[in-house]
């Protein structure tokens, strides 16, 4: 078990809690739209925005926190992270906002308190880089579909 430690950024709204699992087989952790004043923000369509959680977090070093969109808002209504998944790294220290955009075919309204992304913990394994001989393979330099489509 990895504990993930969170403080909240002064003027959240602390009522939702922390991130929460929906259900006890659940990979990713809900994170809320923790909006100022409250509002309510309207995505346009192709549009993205930060969307902030008031939270701030310290993540243990060997790992990272993943963002990811929430399955049913990207099917339903064409929201998605653009840059998902999104990895937060164990040194960062600042405010936990999501990249939210609207790939969908119309307006979307995004609410206070509102589930918007899922946070996945996962292992980080570093590399050493080096400069040497690539070895050969059956496949060699096929990419991009040259294994097939079926």
Do not use: C
């Not at 164990?90 to 918007?116: A, C, W």
């Amino acid at each position: 078990m990895v504990t993930i430690r969170f403080e909240w950024i002064a003027g959240a709204d602390e009522t939702f809690g922390l991130p929460t699992y929906a259900t006890s087989g659940a990979a990713g952790a809900d994170l809320r739209a923790n909006l100022d004043d409250r509002q309510i923000v309207t995505l346009d369509v192709g549009a993205r925005i930060l969307v902030p959680t008031g939270l701030q977090l310290a993540i243990p070093a060997g790992f990272e926190v993943q963002v990811r969109p929430r399955s049913g808002l990207a099917l339903k209504h064409g929201i998605t992270l653009p840059n998902s998944p999104g990895t937060i790294d164990s040194d960062y220290r600042g405010p936990l906002g999501v990249i939210i955009q609207n790939g969908g075919t119309k307006p979307f309204e995004i609410t206070h308190g509102m589930r918007i992304a899922q946070m996945v913990v996962a292992p980080v394994v570093q590399a050493t880089f080096t400069v040497g001989s690539v070895d050969e393979t059956a496949r060699g330099t096929g990419g991009f579909g040259s294994t097939g489509t079926t």
